[in-house]
Structure formats: C-alpha cells, structure tokens
C-alpha cells in the first residue's frame, strides 16, 4: 500500500469513528441516561402513582435506545434499506419527531415553531434532527428554563434552526470539552454551514446552526 493510500484509509477510518461517537452520544447514550434518571426518581419516590410514572417513562427511554441501538448497527453492518430513499423529504415533521423523542428531564416547556416547507435531502435532515436532538437534550438536562423556544427560520439562500431558553445560561468557553458540543459543531461544518453558542451567565443559551440552501 502506497503512502498515499495509506493515508486516506487512515482519513476514512478517523472520520467514520468520529460518526459513530456522535451518534452513540446523541442518541443511545440520551436514552440511557433518561432511563438513570427516572430508576433514581423512582428509587425515591414513595407514591405508587409516582413509581409508576417514573417506571414507564424509564421503559419508554429504553425501548427508545434500543431502537437507536439497531439503528446503528445496521448502519455499521451497511444493510441496504428495503427501499430507496426519496431525493427530498420535508424537514418541519422530522424535527417534531426528534423533539418528540427527547427524554423530558425538567419541567420546562417546549415550543416548537417549524415553518417554512423546507425540504432537504434525507442525510441533510436527520443531521439538522440530530443537532435538534442534542441541543433541546442540554437545555433540558442544565439549563433550568421555564421555556425552550426551538425555531426552523428559512431565509434568503440560507436555514437557521434555533434552540433558545430562558434559564441559567454559562460562560462562554466553560463548555468548550463537552462531547455534545463538539459533535454539534462537527454535523455542521459536515454539511457546509456553522454552529454558534450564545450564552450569559442568568440569561439564557440560544444554539444556532446556519445552513446554506441551494438557490
């Protein structure tokens, strides 16, 4: 094996590991940790009612992560989908399901605002779901808002997908090593556009994700 060959097996070896880990991150490890969550509360709990609620709710996260188990392995395993996927789907209903999907670890309210009729090929969107997904996951999990605003906005040539709240907000930086973060800003220099975090200590988070759209 030449030099050269060599080096871009290491290249497609490096980038497929990094896909792996962003999806075992966003979407089994999600799972698992809704499911600790809700054993512990219903270690905890001393209502019936309660225990019961916490005990659906954790067999729910984990039937879920199952799922997303099965999902990536096929992937791995390179099995072929019964058919053929379509050039285009519409982005706004995929984006429902994943906020959907989001283990409910706060009492937070979510508003969902996805507008537009945007359609994307299918890659592109279950990457944006995906940044959807973690984005809503972290403000649910650390933010301690009343309110998490997630907002599709089409604009001239370009696609902005907001996750906004209202709750404790962080220095910028603090959360420079976190695996969620790094893997957001990786989907997206992936499908050619940026993520950007704003965020001040007492008021807040906002994650952007600016898309170009072809003309």
Known sequence: ???????????????????????????????????????????????????STCLGQATSAAEQGLQAARKLLRELRHEKPLQPAPD????????????????????????????GGVELPPAVCD?????????????LRHAQAREIVCQLLPQHHTLELRVSDDGRGFLPGACCESFGLRGMSERASLLGGALAVHSVPGSGTMVRLCLPLAP
């Open 1 to 51: 094996m030449t030099s050269h060959a060599h080096d871009a097996v290491m290249t497609a070896l490096h980038d497929e590991r990094l896909r792996v880990a962003r999806n075992i991150h966003d979407l089994v490890m999600q799972d698992l940790t809704a499911v600790l969550l809700q054993l512990r509360a219903a270690t905890s709990s001393s209502c019936n009612d309660s225990l």
């Open 88 to 115: 285009c789907m519409a982005l706004a209903p995929l984006l429902h399901e994943a906020a959907s999907q989001v283990p409910r670890s706060s009492d937070a309210a979510v508003l969902c605002e996805f507008g």
């Open 127 to 139: 990457e944006v779901a995906l940044v959807l997904r973690e984005a809503l996951s972290n403000a």
